[in-house]
């Protein structure tokens, strides 16, 4: 049986070496899952395994049981036996968590041990300031590198607008273009992908993000579906899964996200929202609320025209929804707060 080399699979000396502390247990990555149904890659090939009894026992919410790109601990290296048991999840170096769809108060975990997150956006129809700040939020929180990457540019007829636009929130991000009707867009995108490194593609369904994988990988291993004349393709993936490139990193596609829930967190919005907090300084208060308070920094610079009115109010709505993840009816009372307060940022704006 020929040996997979798993440092193309982004095995290196930190899981090695915490893995070495489970004798008789062998180390695997999670590359797919399907209800319950996981299938790892270990020294010997692929394999599906289950998770022990112990394992979800232990359990205490969804993020303590295994995702895509986990590196596991596997009682067999080989399915001669049957179907492996996972008995371990090393711990994780980068995890890309948001807010579990619907009225849920769960985290859902997108994938692990991931070292960029390439967030696709397409500059036609689903190009949306607004759900990109969720995004990089979400990215910069995930301690992995975010990377925008603009789909369909051929479809679009502002472009240089719309980068405009792009550039003024993805503070920190390099921001990428590519199109379904030339290769060098996607030459550069693949420069962003290094050996043993992994890196997950997220966005909304139907942006190209089946499009752009098939062609870092080099063959048609993902669907899409004609769907209209302004929209080349749909993203037709229903799990999450796990490729090896030939480069010898490997590339983590997600299924389309129709909702980007926020989940608890501090770094992700120190990042994202770097040039919002700046104003935090200039306020005169120390304990300003940034709400009545005269001598506020954040309304001082919506008048004087360094701050979007928008961009403000995108930041408290994301800020209040991360705040109250677990708690809906704590959220909907502050986010009544939150309105109250933007008829004075209207009536600053009047003024000036």
Request: with cysteine; net charge neutral; glycine share 8%.
């Amino acid at each position: 049986m020929k040996q997979i080399d798993m440092s193309q699979y982004g095995l290196n000396d930190r899981f090695m070496s915490e893995a070495a502390a489970f004798k008789n247990l062998f180390i695997g990555r999670i590359v797919s899952q399907e209800k319950g149904v996981y299938h790892v890659v270990c020294d010997n090939g692929k394999m599906i395994a289950e998770i022990s009894g112990k394992l979800r026992y232990e359990a205490k919410s969804p993020s303590d049981f295994p995702a895509v790109g986990d590196f596991v601990m596997l009682d067999r290296d080989n399915s001669t036996w049957g179907n492996a048991i996972i008995q371990n999840i090393l711990h994780r170096k980068s995890v890309f968590v948001r807010k579990a769809v619907g009225n849920s108060k769960e985290e859902q975990v997108v994938a692990t041990n991931i070292d960029k997150v390439f967030i696709c956006m397409s500059l036609n129809n689903d190009f949306n300031l607004r759900r990109l700040e969720r995004y990089l939020s979400l990215a910069w929180d995930s301690n992995a590198l975010p990377v925008v990457v603009l789909t369909k540019a051929d479809l679009c007829d502002n472009l240089q607008r719309r980068l405009f636009a792009v550039d003024s929130v993805a503070l920190g991000a390099d921001v990428l273009v590519t199109t379904s009707m030339e290769e060098d867009g996607y030459k550069e995108v693949s420069q962003y992908i290094q050996p043993g490194h992994t890196v997950a593609v997220i966005g909304s369904s139907g942006v190209g993000k089946s499009t752009l994988i098939n062609h870092l990988i080099g063959e048609e291993k993902l669907a899409t579906k004609e769907i209209c004349k302004d929209d080349r393709g749909r993203h037709m993936t229903t799990r999450r899964e796990l490729f090896l490139l030939s480069g010898g990193g490997v590339i983590i596609d997600t299924p389309g996200m129709r909702e980007v829930g926020m989940w608890d967190m501090s770094e992700g919005f120190e990042n994202s929202f770097s040039d919002v907090e700046s104003f935090f300084g200039n306020c005169k208060f120390h304990n300003c609320t940034h709400t009545s308070e005269p001598g506020c920094g954040i309304y001082e610079a919506i008048a004087q025209g360094q701050l979007s009115p928008k961009r403000w109010r995108s930041y408290q709505k994301l800020k209040t929804e991360a705040a109250f993840a677990d708690n809906k009816d704590d959220y909907l009372s502050e986010k009544k707060k939150r309105f109250k307060n933007i008829a004075k940022i209207n009536k600053v704006n009047r003024k000036h």
